[in-house]
């Protein structure tokens, strides 16, 4: 039976070629804007530029350097530079660490207390109100140009974590196709992977009969199958370029998960490998995303064999040999892509386990997975069957 939910996302997008014109419609003329973006992509592209010319005569601001995993010190200065000069209206011109950074600076100005600790340790729990933002987004993948979550790097204490408020979904969210096309390999298929995988621990779970959910699911993913290699090959391709911005929204606005069961183990765990080690938040999602669903395949298998059936289209042989090729094509892509999708790939090996298990046990992160079953002694199991 599918679970009750209460869905509701206000973000409004505004998609296609030229509409970051429309900045200037979609943020108050009286606003004291900051614009926050990452290291050059988005001043050496024009976007930035661009952003400055649409948003005309209002007093505009810059904060430039945040880094990707963005950082609690750096995002702190930002906040610094809005309670100075009273600004009240941020925008943020990249991808998911721009995104994510000016949400947590946008619940850090009014915050009483230690930012880190209540918004980030204490999931924003108390906090009340946040500045509004919109965004322009660069790079297809997170999804949080419409969502209500970030995740902010301490990189003093090597520690990421995240937290979600209904009050830091972007007012608006400006999606051009051609913003994407500088994007290096490298980011594209980070972009893939990361969107494939939140598709995924929404989906494969156990069945609720949640039949559109299903079927959308698997329809965005047979979308990034289909044209993830293509995109490596023309990233200046603007139907391909459409089509993955959207899916990558799509794949984590709130509306595949809704009123089904979601696993997210993966990407807890992966977050404890890029704060030790620094890898990209997908490389870790290519080295556990196989190896979640083969440690969890019992409890998985009516739907790993739906999604060997629907997405992959395997129809012979019997169900374990099913879903051994899927789990196994699932591997294919993601390397196909150019993403690693073993520890070793990224010189780590089994004596870093055991800190990145002590990490998520001080982390709480103790009963990952739809079934609450994923123990530090499985994620352990996990660890090791990704080396
Ligand atoms: O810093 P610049 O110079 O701008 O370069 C960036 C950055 O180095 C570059 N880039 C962005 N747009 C570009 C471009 N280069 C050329 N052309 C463009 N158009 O790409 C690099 C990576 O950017 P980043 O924003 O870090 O990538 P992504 O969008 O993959 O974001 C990753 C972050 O999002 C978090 C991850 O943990 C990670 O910190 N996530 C956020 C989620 C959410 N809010 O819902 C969910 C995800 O699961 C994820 O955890
Ligand atoms: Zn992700």
Do not use: T
């Given at each position: 039976m599918m679970n009750n939910f209460n869905f509701y996302n206000p973000t409004r997008i505004v998609f296609?070629?030229?509409?970051?014109?429309k900045l200037d419609e979609l943020v108050p003329k009286d606003a004291r804007v900051l614009v926050l973006f990452g290291g050059q992509s988005a001043r050496k592209n024009g976007t930035l530029d661009e952003v400055i010319t649409a948003l005309g005569n209002r007093h505009i601001e810059e904060f430039g350097g945040i880094e990707a995993n963005p950082g609690y010190s750096t995002l702190m200065r930002a906040v610094e530079q809005i309670r100075q000069n009273e600004l009240n209206y941020l925008i943020a011109v990249g991808g998911g660490s721009v995104i994510d950074g000016t949400k947590f600076v946008a619940a850090a100005v009014q915050c009483e207390g230690d930012p880190w600790q209540e918004i980030l340790v204490n999931h924003a729990s108390n906090i009340h109100q946040a500045l509004p933002f919109g965004s322009v987004l660069t790079l297809p993948a997170t999804g949080s140009e419409m969502n209500a979550n970030s995740v902010i790097t301490r990189y003093e204490t090597q520690e990421k974590l995240a937290f979600g408020s209904p009050l830091v979904y972007p007012v608006f969210s400006i999606l051009d196709p051609t913003k994407a096309y500088t994007l290096p390999p490298r980011q594209l298929a980070n972009g893939v992977v990361d969107a494939f995988t939140h598709i995924m621990e929404q989906y494969l779970t156990y069945p609720v009969n949640a039949m559109v959910q299903d079927r959308f699911a698997e329809g965005l993913l047979q979308t990034l199958i289909e044209i993830g290699p293509s995109l490596l090959e023309s990233p200046d391709d603007y139907d391909l370029q459409a089509n993955f911005m959207w899916t990558a929204t799509l794949a984590l606005n709130g509306l595949i998960g809704a009123g089904v069961p979601q696993d997210w183990a993966t990407h807890m765990i992966g977050h404890e490998i890029t704060a030790l080690h620094g890898l990209d938040h997908a490389q870790t999602l290519a080295i556990l995303l196989p190896t979640v669903l083969q440690e969890q395949r019992e409890k998985k298998y009516a739907k790993l064999l739906q999604y060997a059936e629907r997405v992959w289209g395997l129809n012979e042989g019997t169900d374990d040999t099913k879903i051994d090729l899927a789990i196994t094509k699932t591997r294919d892509f993601f390397e196909r892509m150019g993403v690693k999708t073993h520890l070793t790939d990224y010189q780590i090996n089994a004596d870093a386990i055991p800190v990145m298990i002590k990490q998520l046990a001080e982390h709480g992160l103790t009963q990952l997975g739809e079934h609450n079953d994923i123990d530090l002694e499985k994620s352990q199991h996990i660890l090791q069957a990704s080396l």
């Open positions: 296609g070629n030229g509409q970051v014109a």
